[in-house]
C-alpha cells in the first residue's frame, strides 16, 4: 500500500460513510418527489413552482450559514445552494416526466 494511500485511507472512511448516509437521504428524497408528483397530478398542480425552488436552495444556504460562521461559512453556503440548484432540477424532471406519464394514460 502505498503512502498516500495510508494517510488518506482514514479520511475516505469517513467520506464514504458520509456518502453512503447521503445516498440513503437521497433515495428517501425520490421517494417523497413521487408521491409528491403523484398529488400534483391528481389536483392540476403543475411539476415546477419557482417560488418552492428557491425557498428550497435559499433554506439549504441559510441552514449552512447559520452554522458555520464568516467566509467559510459564505462559500461553503455558495456551494451547497448550487449542489441544491442541481438536486431540485433533477427532481423537477422527475416530476415532469411522472407528470406527463401519468397524463398520458
Known sequence: MSKVHE?????RA???ALDDQIVDLMIERLKIIREVAAVKVENGIPAVIEERIAEVIDHAGDRVES???GEQGEDDAD??????????VI?????EEILESRASH
Open 91 to 95: 427532481c423537477c424532471d422527475l416530476e
Open 14 to 16: 469517513r467520506i464514504d
Open 67 to 69: 452554522v458555520l460562521s
Open 7 to 11: 494517510i488518506m485511507k482514514p479520511y
Open 79 to 88: 456551494r451547497i445552494r448550487e449542489i441544491y440548484a442541481l438536486m431540485v
